[in-house]
């Protein structure tokens, strides 16, 4: 993890993330969904998103792991033969 994403609490992810949000489709509006300015916003967008989920997720792994001394998490692939 880098040392600008440490610095960054989630409030400021949040707000950047809703001006971001207003400014792709202030683009889409005047260029079009498929325009290059739109789409450079849309992946600006994209990488804050993903900052916010990486920060919520070793929030949450380290307020677990303080909790309840170190607990390992392990997800089992996914079975697409299971029958519902």
């Given at each position: 993890?880098?040392?600008?994403?440490?610095?960054?609490?989630?409030?400021?992810i949040?707000?950047?993330?809703r001006?971001?949000r207003?400014?792709?489709?202030?683009?889409?509006?005047?260029?079009?969904?498929?325009?290059?300015?739109?789409?450079?916003?849309?992946?600006?967008?994209?990488?804050?998103?993903?900052?916010?989920?990486?920060?919520?997720?070793?929030?949450?792994?380290?307020?677990?792991?303080?909790?309840e001394?170190?607990v390992?998490?392990v997800?089992?692939?996914?079975?697409?033969?299971v029958?519902?």
């Open positions: 993890m880098n040392v600008v994403m440490d610095s960054r609490g989630a409030m400021e949040c707000s950047e993330i001006m971001k207003m400014e792709m489709m202030e683009l889409a509006n005047a260029y079009g969904m498929g325009h290059e300015y739109t789409l450079r916003q849309s992946e600006r967008l994209d990488k804050l998103i993903n900052e916010y989920l990486i920060l919520q997720h070793h929030s949450s792994v380290e307020v677990r792991n303080k909790r001394n170190m390992v998490i997800q089992e692939p996914f079975d697409d033969d029958a519902l």
